[in-house]
């Protein structure tokens, strides 16, 4: 049984260009949540996809977006990239109804902006 | 002041000593205390959690709410070299229905010396 992937594992992009980092999530999940590490802190939450539509969303710009495909798998869409955008992206899928622990993470796209 | 805080180390300890990593918290609405373990260029890792206050034991490893002074502990006992990762504390208000969204603490990096 896949855990939870992620695609592409690097990606090294320039500033003002536009990157769209893929997850898939574990079996049997429907619910897929994006995470920023950014280096020495700890996950923020970007957003949450529920049924093909945001339903959560994180203090993050509207350079964030986002989507979930009738497969369950989701892209995270980030414009205009800043310096500040350097990080760990993390996916975490879980399943409508359990518990906030039974998430599952990926092990991230690590994004370099330069 | 940020809801959750916890010291992001570095931590250094012999191989076999006990380990103590530490959380604070300001939401007195969080019930659900989950501790993850994220080694290096990995996703974060549930490692445990607890409800409410009180203490729960899982091998090596205990976990310890007080929600009175909003302190949250996870002890490790004869620690060895495969402990050394990040521990990230995320507690959480979750009422086990709707979307969620887990807040970290920075992480506190371990390293156990042989």
């Known amino acids: 049984d896949a855990g939870v992937t992620q695609s592409p594992t690097h990606l090294i992009k320039t500033r003002g260009q536009q990157v769209t980092l893929r997850c898939s999530p574990k079996?049997?999940?429907?619910?897929v949540s994006w995470y920023q590490q950014a280096l020495g802190q700890g996950p923020q939450f970007i957003f949450q996809y529920y049924e093909e539509e945001e339903r959560q969303r994180g203090n993050f710009p509207d350079r964030f977006s986002g989507h979930q495909f009738p497969n369950y798998s989701s892209e995270l869409n980030v414009n205009a990239l800043l310096l500040g955008d350097s990080a760990l992206y993390l996916c975490a899928s879980s399943l409508e109804g359990l518990m906030i622990y039974e998430q599952y993470f990926g092990p991230g796209t690590r994004l370099t902006v330069t | 002041q940020k809801e959750v805080e916890q010291d992001p180390g570095p931590l250094s300890v012999p191989e076999g000593a006990i380990v103590s990593l530490n959380c604070t918290y300001s939401n007195s609405a969080f019930q659900y205390f989950m501790w993850y373990r994220q080694y290096s260029r990995k996703g974060p890792e549930l490692l445990m959690y607890t409800y409410s206050s009180g203490n729960k034991e899982d091998g090596r490893f205990t976990a310890q709410v007080d929600k009175s002074s909003k302190y949250i502990s996870l002890f490790i006992r004869d620690s060895q070299p495969s402990d050394s990762a990040t521990y990230l504390c995320?507690?959480?208000?979750?009422?086990?229905?709707?979307?969620?969204?887990?807040?970290f603490g920075k992480g506190t990096k371990l390293s156990v010396i042989p």
């Open positions: 079996s049997g999940h429907d619910t």
């Open positions: 995320a507690p959480d208000s979750y009422s086990g229905a709707g979307s969620y969204q887990l807040t």
